[in-house]
């Protein structure tokens, strides 16, 4: 499933993540782990403002399978389910979220070497239906996206996109918000070893004749360490610090220029 363009969704990821991975203004603190069995475990806490809140996620791997569910403080309970191969090629995904009964998806992919294709609906009495459809190959793929009402029959969302990836560089530009904005983010690794990155992303909404300019890095100081940075045209910096301090175990710590860093770590035994 990986000799093809990928998922619409994949347009732009690697810019992306680099530019707002991590980059969390909250207080955070979480703890993770894995078994060899492919059971995983996660507790989270995050804290925003003078409000705390928490949540476990639970997951489990086997063979074809995936099942993941997540428990918050407010007794709601999401849980996915991802089947691979039921027919080859494809992926089924099952989203549930509890109490909320509106909220349940279902999603079918198809991978082929030279396209995707993916359907979603909402599993309740005005369905919505989004489409996604991907041409191309890992180096070069055009992509389009489009979200139908069933109840109003109108489109929610309709986006095209195109992404040009190299081993050493990545480019995209999305056209979205039913064409009213426009986004086109560049990605390039320095060295060899991709320890050092540099990211720019500049988007422009025509309804408002608004720009957006961000620009980003990354740096791995040491095996252990690796550094990230961005800064905005509007002023906004921030920077986020990976450390592994036992083999599988990671600290990180992120800043959003809030009063108080939060600090995220992650056992990833």
Known sequence: MTSGPGLFSDI???AKDLLTKDYLSDQKFSISS???????????????????????????????????????????????????DIVPSTKVITSIKLPDLSSH???VQYFHHHATVTSAVTLNK??????????????????????YDTTSGNFTKYTAGVNVSKP???ASIVLGDKGDTIKATYLHHLDQLKKSAAVAE???????????????GLYAVDDLTVVKAKLSNHGKLGAVLHHQVI???????????????????QDLA
Do not use: Q
Request: charged share 20%.
């Open 12 to 14: 732009g990821k690697r």
């Open 34 to 84: 894995c078994s060899d069995s492919g059971v995983g475990l996660t507790s989270t806490a995050v804290k925003k403002g003078g409000l705390s809140t928490g949540e476990v996620a639970v997951s489990y791997s086997y063979k074809n399978t995936m099942v993941e569910s997540k428990v918050d403080t407010e007794s709601n309970i999401f849980t996915t389910i991802t089947v691979a």
């Open 105 to 107: 998806k279902l999603e």
């Open 126 to 147: 005005n369905p919505i239906v989004d489409l996604t459809a991907t041409l191309g190959t890992p180096a070069i793929a055009f992509g389009v996206e489009a979200g």
């Open 168 to 170: 050493e560089s990545c």
């Open 202 to 216: 500049i988007s422009r909404r025509f309804s408002t004749n608004e720009n957006t300019f961000t620009v980003g």
């Open 247 to 265: 083999p599988k175990s990671m600290v990180t710590i992120s800043s959003d220029l809030t009063p108080w860093p939060w600090i995220n770590a």
